[in-house]
């Protein structure tokens, strides 16, 4: 996922130099554009607080559509240093994710750095892969399936969906 400044700059028609000035370097470039993709992945994320059916079809639906994109990044993440910055800040976004849409099953939970790792690994692309791309799952089984794991990681009776 090399960025190569003559590329951005020939798909927006202007120099490298322009390109250069507005942002101020290659990272510069990168930091706003990842800026700008956090908030494009927040706002196609947003799930109701507290369902966990919903958050697990928000979840599969976004890795229908960008899964295999972040696979690839996460498979250049020990060879190139933009994505694996890219990679970490996906990973935090993804357990700010989980901590705010299950935040009230975790409410006043001892545990609950356990049940954030446990929900992160449910709802995780990774997760998605196995099932959806090496099981060949349809998109409801998917859902069933993750939504399965989620629900045997929330306490029963903190589980409102």
């Given at each position: 996922m090399e960025i190569i400044?003559?590329?951005?700059?020939?798909?927006?028609?202007?120099t490298v130099q322009t390109v250069l000035r507005h942002f101020g370097s290659r990272q510069g470039l990168f930091e706003q554009a990842q800026a700008r993709r956090?908030?494009?992945?927040?706002?196609?994320?947003?799930t109701p607080v507290g369902d966990?059916?919903?958050?697990?079809?928000?979840i599969v639906a976004f890795y229908d559509r960008l899964g295999e994109w972040s696979?690839?990044?996460q498979a250049?993440?020990?060879?190139?240093?933009?994505?694996?910055?890219?990679?970490?800040?996906?990973?935090?976004?993804?357990?700010?994710?989980?901590?705010?849409?299950?935040?009230?099953?975790?409410v006043g939970r001892r545990d609950r750095k356990e049940l954030v790792d446990m929900l992160v690994v449910a709802t995780d692309v990774l997760t998605w892969k196995i099932l959806r791309r090496d099981g060949g799952m349809d998109r409801s089984t998917t859902c069933k399936r993750m939504l399965r794991l989620?629900?045997?990681?929330l306490p029963a009776s903190a589980e409102r969906s």
């Open positions: 400044l003559a590329d951005v700059a020939a798909r927006a028609g202007v956090v908030e494009r992945v927040r706002a196609e994320r947003a966990p059916a919903s958050a697990v079809r928000t696979l690839r990044l250049q993440e020990h060879s190139d240093e933009l994505s694996r910055q890219t990679v970490e800040l996906g990973r935090r976004v993804h357990r700010e994710w989980v901590e705010e849409v299950f935040a009230p099953q975790l989620v629900r045997a990681v």
